[in-house]
T-cell receptor, first 113, second 112 residues
Framework: AQSVTQLGSHVSVSEGALVLLRCNYSSSVPPYLFWYVQYPNQGLQLLLKYTTGATLVKGINGFEAEFKKSETSFHLTKPSAHMSDAAEYFCAVRGVNDYKLSFGAGTTVTVRA | EAQVTQNPRYLITVTGKKLTVTCSQNMNHEYMSWYRQDPGLGLRQIYYSMNVEVTDKGDVPEGYKVSRKEKRNFPLILESPSPNQTSLYFC???????????FGPGTRLTVL
């Protein structure tokens, strides 16, 4: 079974500052890991994913995440926040042969001008 | 990219009145699923379907039914809705080529 813990339900950053969203997972098998973003009143959009290979994954809108097996983490970062990054972000995990996604509780990001 | 549509997008109903939320996709993807999103809980899987006539329970199936009579449609049925089913519902498909799930726009359901 897989599960995800997102540290911090709300994160507030200044425009231009680093965005860091934390995600830790537990999994009995090598996992696939995902970050999704949900803008207000919209569905979920895939930001990036890790399956195999390079542990530093680049996604859309300048986001990236690093898979660290020793720390069971998959933290999401963006060097410079933009007002348009205000949204809710979800980390998710699944097994290789199990298509069910297990989601974290989500982190809401607000960006201060 | 895969396209998933849901109807209705918003629904207010009363306890016990049967309702169906439709989900359709445009590219014959085999795997479809339903999730509900609740504050502080993230998304939880209700039901999924691996293919036509093949469905199975997710983590929170109580009070819901699904059917998969044709590949492109996967309706979610609430036979007797209750207030604790007030939630935001998402249908998702798995795109085989990228092994990635894509989500519909969501249906916000309120049961009074």
């Amino acid at each position: 079974a897989q599960s995800v813990t997102q540290l911090g339900s709300h994160v507030s950053v200044s425009e231009g500052a680093l965005v860091l969203l934390r995600c830790n997972y537990s999994s009995s098998v090598p996992p696939y890991l995902f970050w999704y973003v949900q803008y207000p009143n919209q569905g979920l959009q895939l930001l990036l994913k890790y399956t195999t290979g390079a542990t530093l994954v680049k996604g859309i809108n300048g986001f990236e995440a690093e898979f660290k097996k020793s720390e069971t983490s998959f933290h999401l970062t963006k060097p410079s926040a933009h007002m348009s990054d205000a949204a809710e972000y979800f980390c998710a995990v699944r097994g290789v042969n199990d298509y069910k996604l297990s989601f974290g509780a989500g982190t809401t990001v607000t960006v201060r001008a | 990219e895969a396209q998933v549509t849901q109807n209705p997008r918003y629904l207010i109903t009363v306890t016990g009145k049967k309702l169906t939320v439709t989900c359709s996709q445009n590219m014959n993807h085999e795997y479809m699923s339903w999730y509900r999103q609740d504050p502080g809980l993230g998304l939880r899987q209700i039901y999924y379907s691996m293919n036509v006539e093949v469905t199975d329970k997710g983590d929170v199936p109580e009070g819901y039914k699904v059917s998969r009579k044709e590949k492109r449609n996967f309706p979610l049925i609430l036979e007797s809705p209750s207030p604790n089913q007030t939630s935001l519902y998402f249908c998702a498909i798995r795109q085989k080529s990228t092994d990635t799930q894509y989500f519909g726009p969501g249906t916000r359901l309120t049961v009074l």
